[in-house]
């Protein structure tokens, strides 16, 4: 109806690197395992959680290489401290500072608890207080399920469902509102010296993860008629990877495959700071060979993208089982 959903995310686009083709490989562990594979360049088990099951390993991950270069490392979250067994895996991924649910004040909760808007308002002024360098993670929770977002906080004038659903409805307003906290940020940190001296990297945690019943409606959002493996991977199932570096007003729109495992080389290789051999990804600016994996509930290797080949396998472990295609046309 003629309204710009993310205006503000539209608008970091168009001055920064924006990673269209990203994927995730999380498994049972969602969030959590989003973060893992992240900030250690490793990927999830698939029938187990990291945070639980390996939560004291010792990791040489970004937040790890960053401490020992000297920058203060600081995660924040508005949920509580033991979700995901976070208070526990935390200090042993190189954070020296967790600011949990214990650290705000909800003084009107939207969806889990406490909203994007409390979140960045309560955050920045800790984000101002921290020791320089720093390194900050910061999850917004607004986003999530079950997109229920206050009449009052409501951006878009819908009029009308233009053959959506009510649900489909609030995942778009959902989307608006959580757009105009983004915009909140930027400005706050414009406003407190910190945008320019600072690189900005912006990325879905995972996927969705939809029900039956919704599975064929979100896909139309995609132009697709409905889910299947070869188009899903590359029309649907991406994430967003958006990287604003200090003093850049170039966008960037890089379509090749890429993935979770990549971020922390990415970010590294921002810094001019040496990739630990630990990890498996790769560094965006120079990828080798960029790839992209997505694996099944069991393990087993379902789809590899690259630049030239998408490979689908229905999940028997079988090579032959699968099918390739050209990544250009899919034929």
């Not at 020992?68 to 190189?94: E, I, K, Q």
């Not at 995972?206 to 299947?228: C, V, Y």
């Not at 060979?289 to 229905?314: H, M």
């Amino acid at each position: 109806q003629g309204q710009e959903i993310t205006p503000n995310l539209n608008k970091l686009i168009k001055e920064s690197a924006y990673y269209s083709n990203y994927h995730d490989q999380v498994s049972t562990g969602r969030t959590a395992d989003g973060e893992f594979e992240t900030q250690n360049s490793l990927l999830p088990t698939m029938d187990r959680v990291a945070f639980f099951e390996y939560a004291t390993h010792d990791y040489a991950g970004l937040p790890e290489q960053l401490k020992n270069a000297g920058y203060s490392t600081n995660v924040f979250h508005g949920d509580a401290a033991t979700f995901w067994n976070r208070n526990v895996a935390y200090p042993y991924l190189g954070w020296q500072k967790y600011y949990d649910i214990n650290s705000y004040k909800i003084t009107k909760p939207i969806g889990w608890g406490l909203s994007d808007k409390e979140f960045v308002e309560q955050s920045v002024p800790y984000l101002q207080k921290l020791p320089q360098p720093f390194y900050a993670q910061m999850t917004m929770l607004t986003s999530h399920t079950p997109f229920d977002i206050p009449k009052d906080e409501q951006t878009l004038t819908i009029k009308g469902t233009e053959g959506l659903s009510q649900y489909q409805i609030n995942y778009i307003q959902s989307l608006a509102y959580v757009d105009k906290q983004v915009g909140l940020l930027i400005d706050k940190l414009k406003a407190d010296g910190l945008y320019d001296n600072t690189i900005i990297a912006l990325y879905g945690d995972h996927r969705a993860f939809m029900s039956s019943q919704n599975d064929n409606g979100f896909a139309k959002f995609r132009g697709l008629d409905s889910f299947d493996q070869k188009t899903f991977f590359t029309s649907g199932e991406n994430i967003p990877l958006i990287v604003h570096v200090p003093g850049s007003s170039t966008a960037v729109t890089d379509d090749m495959p890429a993935s979770h495992l990549d971020y922390a080389p990415t970010i590294l290789g921002l810094l001019g700071m040496k990739v630990p051999r630990t990890m498996l990804g790769q560094d965006l600016l120079s990828p080798r060979n960029p790839v992209a994996v997505q694996r099944n509930t069991a393990g087993s290797v379902q789809i590899i993208e690259t630049k030239d080949i998408l490979y689908t396998n229905p999940g028997d472990d079988k090579f032959e089982s699968g099918t390739c295609y050209k990544a250009s046309d899919h034929t």
